[in-house]
């Protein structure tokens, strides 16, 4: 069973350039959140999508968006990049989103971004 | 606003040394704890998830247990190749959807 697939693995912008990465989650998973992942904050909720729509938002500037597809695959979009943006983004999946009993949430190997 | 704080950040065992690793948490209502377990360059493998107080799971060298307000991760007669960084993360009710709020991590590094 193939897991979470964020592509691409790595990648080098430069500032004010956007970029957009993307994930497709486990068959069969509906959910879709991203996280940043820096040496400084560790790893921070930034979106999760759940059929198509955006379930909840973390504390992040209205530069990262994302959307998700009807296929569950998910892209995020980083505009108007800043050297503080550099970072591991990753994906992750769940097979449903909020179920009272909890989720298991699994993880991509994530996308390395350097902003310089 | 739910909060996880890990302890220690960084732990040197060696081969055989058996340890704790702890996670301290605050949230409005519990609906899961997760342990993830994170080689570098790479993203978080999942380990457990635990639900409520009392609640133990064991996976190899690894075991987790639940109280109210603190989880622990132990780890028995540890290998090299169980150096890693361990993440602790929580679901609160209070967060729509599958939002997780994460630890700072223990690196833990195990020489043989």
């Known amino acids: 069973k193939a897991g979470v697939t964020q592509t691409p693995r790595y990648l080098i912008k430069t500032r004010g350039q956007q970029v957009t990465l993307s994930c497709s989650p486990i068959s069969g998973h509906r959910s879709v959140s991203w996280y940043q992942q820096t040496p400084g904050q560790g790893l921070q909720f930034l979106f999760e999508?759940?059929?198509?729509?955006?379930?909840n938002k973390g504390n992040f500037p209205g530069r990262f968006s994302g959307r998700q597809f009807s296929n569950s695959r998910s892209e995020m979009n980083v505009s108007t990049l800043e050297l503080g943006d550099s970072a591991l983004y990753l994906c992750a999946s769940s097979l449903e989103s909020g179920a009272l009993g909890g989720n298991t949430i699994y993880f991509g190997e994530g996308s390395w971004l350097t902003v310089v | 606003e739910d909060q996880v704080t890990q302890s220690p950040e960084a732990l040197r065992l060696q081969e055989g040394e058996s340890s704790s690793l702890n996670c301290s948490y605050t949230v409005s209502g519990l609906r899961g704890l997760f342990w993830y377990r994170q080689d570098p360059g790479k993203g978080p493998e999942f380990l457990f998830t635990l639900y409520s107080a009392g609640e133990e799971k064991e996976k190899e060298r690894l075991k987790a247990t639940l109280t109210k307000k603190e989880s622990f991760l132990h780890i028995t007669a540890p290998k090299p190749e169980d150096s890693a960084t361990y993440l602790c993360?929580?679901?609160?009710?209070?967060?729509?959807?599958?939002?997780?709020?994460f630890g700072g991590g223990t690196r833990v590094l195990v020489k043989p």
């Open positions: 999508y759940f059929s198509e729509t955006q379930r």
């Open positions: 993360a929580v679901q609160g009710t209070k967060a729509a959807g599958n939002k997780l709020t």
